[in-house]
C-alpha cells in the first residue's frame, strides 16, 4: 500500500534545497549530467565577439552538447522552451551565444503584446502630467475651487468620487495603472522576448543599480529608469552604465542625491548668519561599496565625504513647473552661455553650479577642483568604473549570478582581468565566464536555485503556456516572496540560494505548481497534451515519467520520479499544499505599494486532474527549483 504523502515530508523534501543533500538534493548520484553520450545595433557599444573564435570547454567537463545546451539555456534565458535545446545544438552553442550578445533578434510578436501600454512610452516629464500624486491633485482641486473646504475630505467616500471625478475630466490617471503597466511588461518581456540575455542582463544591473517603487519620490521615475538607462546599456561599458545611472531621476531621488548641496551661509540679521543646504553622503557611499569598489574595494570615509563633495549640485530637472525661475533662465539661455556659467542640462539631469561645492577635494588619492564644475563628478564616475576594486566586486557578483554561489577566486580574477583589459566590456567579460571550465563544472551545472520570478516564467515557458493577463503571473510571484521593483534596500536582491528557502515560499511554490498546471490561474492558459503530441498517458506514473523527461530535459530525472510518485496519486494534495501555505507566509508576500493583489484561480480546472496534478508536483519540485 502506497504511503500517504505528508506535507512535514514535503516541507522537509523542499527545505533539502537549502540544507544540502537530501531529498533531491543535486549533488547525489544521478543528478549531474549524464558522461557519454547525450539525448534525443545593439543595445550598449562595442563590437560583438565571433563565435568562431569562441570555444565552450563544457566537453572537458563530461558534459554533452545537449546536456551542455540545458545548462547554457538555464542560465542566460528565463528556462527552454520546448524544441529550444534542439535549435541551440543545431545552431552551435557558441553562435547562440554571440546572437544573443548581439541583442538585436526581432521582437515583433513582443512588440505587438506591449502595444497596449501606452504610459510605457512615456517620458518621465509625461509621467509627471499624467499620473500626478494624490496631493498635487488635492492642491489643484483646492486652487480650483473644486473642493473649498475640508468638510468634504471628512467623509471617505465623497472625497474619493470628487477626486475620481476631477482626475477623469483633467485626463489624469492614478499612478496604480502605471505600476501596473511596468509589472506587466516584465512578465511579458521575460516570457516572449527572444533577446533572452539581454533581458537577463537588464535584471542583474537592475538589481545592482537598485531603485525601489516603496520610495515615493523615485517610483515613478523607475519605468523609464529601466528602459532608458538599464536596458540600452546591459552590454555595452560599465563606465556607460555607472554615468547613466548616475544622473537618472529615480537615482538622485532614491540615494537623495538631489538635495546634495555645498552649504551657503545666509545672512541672518544681527545673529551669526545661517548655514543653509548640506552635502547628503548616500549616493557617494553607496556608489563604492555597492556600485563600483565594494565594501572592501579600499576607500574610506574621508574618501565618501569627499565624493559627495564632488557630486553636490547634480539633481533633478524641474518637471512640470514651467514657472520655476531656474527653468526659465536655462530655457531662455544660449547653450554657449549656459556652458559658460557651467549649467549642464541633460535631459531630465541638471548640474547647477552655485550649488556646487567649488572647493579642492581629494578621493582614492585624486584631486579634484577646485571648481571644476560638473567634469569632477564625470571624472570621478570614470576613476570608480576602472577601478581594480570594481573590476573584481563586479565580475565576482557576476560569476555568482550566473556561475554558483561560490565562485572560485581563479574565475573572477580572470574575468577581472579582461573587464580592465577591455575597458569594461561587458560582453567581453561575460564571453571570457563562458569560456571558462568553471561555468560548465559540476559545481556550476543546476546549483543555482530559482528566485520566484525566474520559477514562475521558467515554468510558463516548458509548458509552452499563452499568457493574456501578465498581471495574475505578478501576483504570484509576489506571493512567493519577490515582491518586483520593492526591493527597499539599495543592494537589491541577494543572489544566493538560501535567501529564498524558507517554507513559506516553498510550499506556494509547490501552491504554483499546481495552480499552473491545472489552468487554475486566470490568463495564463496551458496545452499538457499538446507537450506530449497528445499522447495520453495510461496512468500517473507513466506521465511522471514522461512530463519529467520534458519539463526537466538533459537531466538524470530516476530519483526525481521516485520521490514524487507518493504524491501524485493522493487526491486531496492540492488543498494540503493550499492550507499549509496560508499558514506559512512567504517573505515579501505583500502587495506593492497601492496595488491590490488578490492570488486568483479559477474553479473548474480545465486539464485533466491527473496529469495536471503530476505536472504540478514536477514544477514544484526541488530539482525545478534549480537552474
Known amino acids: 500500500m502506497r504511503r500517504p504523502f505528508s506535507i512535514v515530508v514535503l516541507g522537509l523534501a523542499l ?7 537530501g531529498l533531491l538534493a543535486s549533488t547525489g548520484p544521478g543528478s549531474r549530467p549524464a558522461h557519454g553520450p547525450g539525448t534525443t545595433p545593439a ?11 569562441t570555444h565552450f570547454p563544457y566537453k572537458q567537463a563530461g558534459l554533452t552538447e545537449r546536456q551542455a545546451a540545458a545548462h547554457l539555456l538555464s542560465r542566460f534565458t528565463y528556462g527552454p522552451t520546448p524544441g529550444q535545446i534542439d535549435e541551440v545544438v543545431h545552431e552551435g552553442l557558441e553562435r547562440w551565444f554571440s546572437k544573443q550578445l548581439e541583442a538585436d533578434l526581432p521582437e515583433d510578436s513582443l512588440n505587438r503584446l506591449l502595444g497596449g501600454y501606452d504610459a510605457l512610452q512615456l517620458t518621465n516629464a509625461q509621467v509627471r502630467q499624467t499620473f500626478p500624486r494624490q496631493g498635487e491633485v488635492l492642491r489643484m ?6 473642493i473649498s473646504s475640508d468638510s468634504a475630505m471628512a467623509d471617505p467616500k465623497v472625497y474619493k468620487d470628487l477626486l475620481k471625478t476631477y482626475m477623469d475630466q483633467k485626463g489624469f490617471k492614478p499612478i496604480q495603472e502605471l505600476y501596473r503597466q511596468f509589472y506587466c511588461q516584465k512578465v511579458l518581456r521575460a516570457i516572449y522576448t527572444n533577446n533572452q540575455v539581454l533581458e537577463v542582463m537588464t535584471d542583474f544591473w537592475f538589481n545592482h543599480f537598485n531603485v525601489s517603487v516603496t520610495k515615493g519620490d523615485c517610483a515613478e521615475f523607475i519605468p523609464a529608469y529601466e528602459r532608458d538607462v538599464i536596458r540600452p546599456n546591459a552590454l555595452g561599458h560599465f563606465g556607460d552604465l555607472l554615468l547613466a545611472t548616475a544622473k537618472s531621476p529615480a537615482m538622485l531621488y532614491y540615494l537623495d542625491n538631489f538635495s546634495s548641496t ?14 543653509s543646504g548640506g552635502i547628503n553622503e548616500n549616493y557617494a557611499r553607496e556608489v563604492m561599496e555597492l556600485h563600483t569598489m565594494g565594501v572592501d574595494g579600499g576607500y574610506t570615509q574621508s574618501d565618501v565625504t569627499q565624493a559627495a563633495r564632488v557630486l553636490t549640485g547634480w539633481t533633478v530637472f524641474p518637471m512640470g513647473q514651467e514657472q520655476n525661475p531656474m527653468v526659465q533662465r536655462l530655457e531662455a539661455m544660449p547653450p554657449a552661455e549656459m556652458a559658460k556659467q557651467g549649467f549642464v542640462h541633460d535631459g531630465d539631469f541638471v548640474f547647477i553650479p552655485n550649488r556646487h561645492d567649488k572647493g579642492e577635494k581629494t578621493v582614492l588619492g585624486k584631486t579634484f577642483g577646485p571648481d571644476e564644475g560638473y567634469d569632477e563628478g564625470v571624472r570621478l564616475l570614470d576613476i570608480l568604473a576602472h577601478h581594480p576594486s570594481t573590476a573584481h566586486f563586479l565580475c565576482k557578483e557576476l560569476a555568482t549570478r550566473f556561475v554558483c554561489d561560490t565562485p572560485s577566486e581563479a574565475l573572477v580574477d580572470r574575468m577581472a582581468k579582461t573587464f580592465l583589459a577591455k575597458n569594461g566590456d561587458i560582453r567581453q567579460v561575460l564571453l571570457t565566464m563562458v569560456s571558462s571550465p568553471e561555468f560548465w563544472g559540476p559545481d556550476a551545472v543546476r546549483e543555482k536555485i530559482k528566485s520566484p520570478f525566474e520559477l514562475a516564467i521558467s515554468s510558463i515557458r516548458s509548458l509552452h503556456a499563452t499568457v493574456d493577463q501578465p498581471f495574475q503571473v505578478y501576483n504570484w510571484v509576489s506571493r512567493m516572496g519577490e515582491r518586483l521593483y520593492s526591493y527597499q534596500a539599495p543592494t537589491g536582491f541577494p543572489d544566493r540560494g538560501q535567501y529564498w528557502i524558507n517554507t513559506g515560499s516553498l510550499l506556494n511554490r509547490m501552491n504554483f505548481g499546481l495552480a499552473i498546471a491545472s489552468g487554475r490561474i486566470p490568463g495564463v492558459r496551458v496545452d499538457l497534451a499538446a507537450l506530449n503530441n497528445h499522447h495520453e498517458p495510461e496512468s500517473a506514473e507513466a506521465a511522471l515519467e514522461t512530463y519529467a523527461h520534458l519539463i526537466l530535459p538533459e537531466r538524470k530525472v530516476d530519483e ?18 493550499q492550507a499549509a501555505s496560508k499558514k506559512n ?3 515579501g508576500e505583500e502587495a506593492a505599494p497601492g ?7 479559477t474553479e473548474a480546472p480545465p486539464s485533466p486532474a491527473m496529469l495536471s496534478q503530476v505536472v504540478g508536483v514536477i514544477i514544484g519540485s526541488p530539482e525545478f527549483q534549480r537552474r
Open 141 to 146: 482641486m483646492r486652487k480650483d475651487g473644486t
Open 262 to 275: 555645498a552649504p551657503v551661509d545666509q545672512p541672518n540679521g544681527k545673529n551669526p548668519p545661517r548655514r
Open 15 to 21: 527545505c533539502s534545497l537549502c540544507t544540502g543533500p
Open 43 to 53: 543595445p550598449g557599444s562595442g563590437t560583438p565577439p565571433a563565435a568562431k573564435r
Open 560 to 577: 526525481t520520479i521516485r520521490r514524487l510518485t507518493p504524491m501524485v496519486n493522493d487526491p486531496a494534495l492540492a488543498g494540503k499544499v
Open 595 to 601: 496595488i491590490a493583489q488578490p492570488v486568483a484561480m
Open 585 to 587: 507566509p512567504a517573505q
